[in-house]
């Protein structure tokens, strides 16, 4: 029987960290951010400093939790910043523990104060929540400006580790390639994804699986559009003040091009905002949510994918055009 409901926790506290590694660091990285932030979050590092809601030490490279071998580059123009990560003798490490009514203030302050430290410093930003490289220096001879902050939230602004494999199946797809056989709707279930970090806004994680690798690009989307359907529920169901350490969501959901679009920030990605896309919500575990077809479709996740009723642009919309290229490859 599918369940017709979702039952969620509802964490009171969430962490984050995240990680800049340089070449060199002050040994009072408080003082050096206090003194030197500026930006959207300027004021809010300076009061919020100290406190659990944001720290910022200096760590040896050996600290218990550091892990570099688990961060990745996404983006191949930071792909020579894995070594640096890898060869660093210590790490400015930046940590919020917060409400997650403080969310997403809280992370954005956070972010913001590794990114002044990268400016400040030459350093490598890394997302411990993810395992994603968010920002390195190139070495380029053309100037470009340091990371920072912007001052709206935009889940698309790398927030869900949300990325492509670089290739089918990493190399080990037997399909034919889409490109010589279109028909092969259901030629693998290759594709994989999941997200990587949701859980810092106090939501588990989503999961869509047995994808064919021609479909992973709409596969992705869904999962994005659908993570900010549920973030836009979560936000609202916070701000009337409940109790409860739970939440009741119904398992059958629609998303929108509107959804898609507050996903990248954008407003104007869809000629058509309120067509409806159905899906279905299975709890995996009090942490992850698979994300499918809804009971009454008949076929296969590929064919669900292929339907009429899931908006254009998340079959060809990779970075929004309003964001910072993401070079992430279809495969």
């Known amino acids: 029987m599918t369940d017709t409901v979702v039952t969620l926790p509802v964490p009171a506290t969430t962490t984050s960290r995240f990680v800049v590694a340089a070449a060199k660091l002050p040994a009072d990285l408080v003082n050096l951010v206090k003194e030197q932030a ?11 400093l100290g406190t659990p809601q944001l720290e910022i030490t200096n760590e040896d490279a050996t600290w218990y939790r550091w892990d570099p071998t688990k961060i990745k580059a996404p983006d191949p123009e930071h ?5 640096g990560l890898r060869t660093a003798a210590r790490i400015a490490l930046v940590t919020t523990c917060a409400p997650i009514t403080d969310q997403p203030r809280a992370v954005q302050v956070a972010r913001s104060a590794a990114y002044t430290l990268a400016r400040l410093t030459g350093g490598v930003v890394a997302d411990m929540v993810t395992g994603h490289i968010l920002w390195a220096p190139t070495s380029s001879t053309i100037p470009r400006p340091g990371p920072n902050e912007r001052p709206r939230f935009v889940l698309g602004d790398h927030w869900l580790g949300d990325v ?11 399909a034919p390639d889409p490109r010589l056989d279109p028909e092969g709707v259901n030629a693998c279930a290759c594709v994989r994804l999941r997200t990587r970090g949701l859980r810092r806004f106090g939501l588990p994680e989503l999961e869509i699986a047995n994808v064919a690798c021609p479909h992973d690009l709409p596969a992705l989307n869904v999962l994005r559009t659908t993570a900010r359907r549920l973030l836009t ?6 701000a009337t003040g409940p109790a409860d350490r739970t939440r009741t969501l119904p398992a059958d959901l629609a998303i929108t091009p509107a959804d898609f679009d507050a996903y990248w920030g ?13 899906l279905h919500l299975t709890p995996r575990s009090a942490h992850l949510l698979a994300v499918g077809p809804p009971p009454t479709h008949e076929g296969t996740i590929n064919d669900w994918l292929l339907s009429p009723a899931l908006p254009p642009e998340m079959r060809t919309v990779l970075a929004a055009p309003s964001t910072p290229h993401s070079p992430h490859l279809a495969a």
Not at 41 to 46: E, I, N, S, V
Not at 79 to 83: D, H, L, M, P, Y
Not at 164 to 174: F, I
Not at 266 to 277: G, I, R
């Open 38 to 48: 500026d930006g959207a979050f300027a004021d809010h590092l300076g009061s919020r």
């Open 79 to 83: 792909a020579a910043a894995e070594t």
């Open 164 to 174: 492509l494999p670089p290739y089918r199946a990493n190399g080990r797809c037997t």
């Open 233 to 238: 529920d979560l936000w609202s169901w916070l």
């Open 266 to 278: 954008a407003t104007s990605l869809s000629a058509n905002p309120t067509t409806a896309f159905p």
